[in-house]
């Protein structure tokens, strides 16, 4: 009798085990809110002081802080505080603030660690958005964690999709944000 029960709890818990690691159906998540933003980045370069939005604030030994380091820009520290526009375009009015700081982590390739917020206010949002993660730049779409919110995203937790939308040298880049919001308080 007790080498039957053995041989029934053997295989109950065979089958267990093999019916949850192959899962019939996969759980598709879908976004409980989405935004689209764009966040344009003038870097301070020694000239552009009155329209400058971010600033190298650490750079390696030797180096200077208006001008980004050779090689990957390994080693720069930038913080920013970059207008917000519904638009790609610079000079639309601003919804809110993206605030926060880049840093080029990376000898071999143009990869930035970012930790930043966008603090929005408008009539259809108020509140923050907390991101982070690392940005590999030479990817075209990138994707970072949203890890929360305050106001009209309270506890809300996602993903943001980056985009490169634009550029001009090491001094003026535009990311376009497509966030997804997965779980919404």
Not at 41 to 61: M, R
Not at 135 to 145: A, E, G, N, V, W
Request: net charge positive.
């Amino acid at each position: 009798m007790g080498v039957r029960n053995s041989i029934v709890l053997v295989s109950f818990m065979l089958f267990l085990a093999l019916s949850s690691a192959f899962p019939k159906h996969k759980k598709q998540y879908k976004p409980c809110k989405n935004l689209v933003l764009y966040f344009h980045d003038i870097i301070y370069n020694g000239k552009n002081a009155a329209n400058a939005t971010s600033a190298i604030v650490a750079a390696p030994q030797g180096a200077n802080l208006t001008i980004l380091a050779p090689q990957f820009h390994f080693g720069n520290i930038a913080v920013f505080d970059d207008p917000i526009t519904l638009d790609n375009n610079l000079h639309s009015k601003p919804v809110g603030r993206a605030q926060g700081m880049y840093i080029y982590d990376t000898k071999n390739t143009y990869t930035a660690w970012l930790g930043f917020s966008f603090s929005l206010n408008t009539t259809a949002y108020q509140g923050t958005i907390n991101f982070i993660g690392v940005d590999p730049l030479l990817i075209k779409t990138r994707d970072i964690s949203v890890v929360g919110g305050t106001g009209d995203f309270f506890m809300h937790r996602g993903v943001a999709t980056i985009m490169t939308d634009a550029y001009e040298g090491e001094v003026y880049f535009r990311l376009r944000v497509d966030i997804n919001f997965y779980e919404c308080w």
